[in-house]
T-cell receptor
């Protein structure tokens, strides 16, 4: 029973362009949704979150959109930078559930 | 935010040996810590929750006799992989429980275990 799905395992974008990372969830009973970023051989670090009562939260180059009717989250990074290359996980606070992650590669 | 450290950062051991991984909270007192495991190209999977002063809570399918968890103090939680086998090779990460208004978790840097 996978509560969080990140169906695209990888994404490659050109530096300066927009990166869009998607996440679908199956259970609507959450107050918050979170995105984490993880570099190889390191623990994840918190990136950005969104309350379930909002449909958008912006923090610098990072914006998370929430479509509750579609049970869909997306993380937008613009402009993308090579240092953004990492694995991105969407997370649900209940049962501390993480998606499989999306490997983002930003080409110089 | 909270600072969490892990030691060792990587370890290679022979099959059948036991390995202890330490997770320390450096700037706060942790009554609870979470232990995750991540296999290559897989998600973080919650293994267990360590509780200071009481037994750990294990997720379904995780062998409590194989993965011994001890929450010795408010700043130290340990995971011991007993009689390790190659299939236990993985990346082990500890974290704080969700905190703050946005339920953020603070993760340790992780420990890469390779069992030969």
């Amino acid at each position: 029973d996978q509560q969080v799905k990140q169906n695209s395992p990888s994404l490659s974008v050109q530096e300066g362009r927009i990166s869009i990372l998607n996440c679908d969830y199956t259970n609507s009973m959450f107050d918050y949704f979170l995105w984490y970023k993880k570099y190889p051989a390191e623990g994840p670090t918190f990136l950005i979150s969104i309350s379930s009562i909002k449909d958008k939260n912006e923090d610098g180059r990072f914006t998370v959109f929430l479509n509750k009717s579609a049970k869909h989250l997306s993380l937008h990074i613009v402009p993308s930078q090579p240092g953004d290359s990492a694995v991105y996980f969407c997370s649900l606070p209940s049962k501390l559930t993480f998606g499989k992650g999306i490997t983002l590669s930003v080409r110089p | 935010g909270a600072v969490v450290s892990q030691h060792p950062s990587w370890v290679i051991c022979k099959s059948g040996t036991s390995v202890k991984i330490e997770c320390r909270s450096l700037d706060f007192q942790a009554t609870t810590m979470f232990w995750y495991r991540q296999f290559p190209k897989q998600s973080l999977m919650l293994m267990a929750t360590s509780n200071e002063g009481s037994k750990a809570t294990y997720e379904q399918g995780v062998e409590k006799d194989k993965f011994l968890i001890n929450h010795a103090s408010l700043t130290l939680s340990t995971l011991t992989v007993t009689s390790a086998h190659p299939e236990d090779s993985s990346f082990y990460i500890c974290s704080t429980p969700p905190q703050g208004w946005d339920n953020e978790q603070f993760f340790g840097p992780g420990t890469r275990l390779t069992v030969l």
